[in-house]
């Protein structure tokens, strides 16, 4: 059985045992809990025009989910972006941005099985994707683009859900 215990400083220390151990718990924390999962993802389709020299992409990404519980409001992550266009199933639909998070709002309830939400958007990614152009110290270097996403930085490129938020 575990027991929990504080010093006279607010350090935690968890008993198990006969053993001690320091937490890395911090009085001032908060709970950091996984957002709940929604949907699953089956498919992402990016169509991705690239102006190597304004450092901008403009495309669409169709996703292809399947709700995991009752849905009508599907959360993407989608980081400084220019929505223009956002359809459900086919359909024009509703959406909020705030620059960060894209919802899309269905206008009932989605029923089982898959779903296709399509974004069309621009965006000049800060991360995500790096652009390289020549400059004083390297006048040769060749222009190019290229990708390192990881999770956390794949939305700033397209939307998409990032399950570590």
């Given at each position: 059985?575990?027991?929990?215990?504080?010093?006279?400083?607010?350090?935690?220390?968890?008993?198990?045992?006969?053993?001690?151990?320091?937490?890395?718990?911090?009085?001032?924390?908060?709970?950091?809990?996984?957002?709940?999962?929604?949907?699953?993802?089956?498919?992402?389709?990016l169509?991705?025009?690239?102006?190597?020299?304004?450092?901008?992409?403009?495309?669409?990404?169709?996703?292809?989910?399947?709700?995991?519980?009752?849905?009508?409001?599907?959360?993407?992550?989608?980081?400084?972006?220019?929505?223009?266009?956002?359809?459900?199933?086919?359909?024009?639909?509703?959406?909020?941005?705030?620059?960060?998070?894209?919802?899309?709002?269905?206008?009932?309830?989605?029923?089982?099985?898959?779903?296709?939400v399509?974004?069309?958007?621009?965006?000049?990614?800060?991360?995500?994707?790096?652009?390289?152009?020549?400059?004083?110290?390297?006048?040769?270097?060749?222009?190019?683009?290229?990708?390192?996403?990881?999770?956390?930085?794949?939305?700033?490129?397209?939307?998409?859900?990032?399950?570590?938020?």
């Amino acid at each position: 059985m575990e027991s929990f215990s504080e010093d006279r400083r607010g350090a935690v220390f968890v008993t198990s045992g006969e053993r001690r151990y320091r937490s890395f718990y911090l009085p001032e924390s908060r709970p950091h809990f996984a957002r709940s999962k929604a949907f699953h993802t089956g498919h992402l389709k990016l169509e991705i025009e690239v102006d190597l020299q304004r450092k901008r992409l403009e495309g669409r990404a169709s996703l292809r989910i399947v709700p995991l519980r009752s849905l009508q409001r599907i959360e993407l992550d989608a980081r400084a972006m220019h929505i223009s266009m956002v359809t459900l199933d086919g359909g024009e639909c509703r959406y909020e941005y705030d620059n960060e998070k894209l919802v899309v709002i269905a206008d009932s309830p989605l029923s089982r099985g898959e779903h296709e939400v399509l974004v069309s958007y621009a965006a000049s990614p800060t991360q995500g994707v790096y652009f390289i152009q020549p400059d004083e110290a390297y006048p040769e270097k060749e222009v190019q683009a290229w990708t390192q996403s990881e999770t956390e930085f794949a939305s700033y490129w397209f939307p998409c859900y990032i399950e570590t938020r």
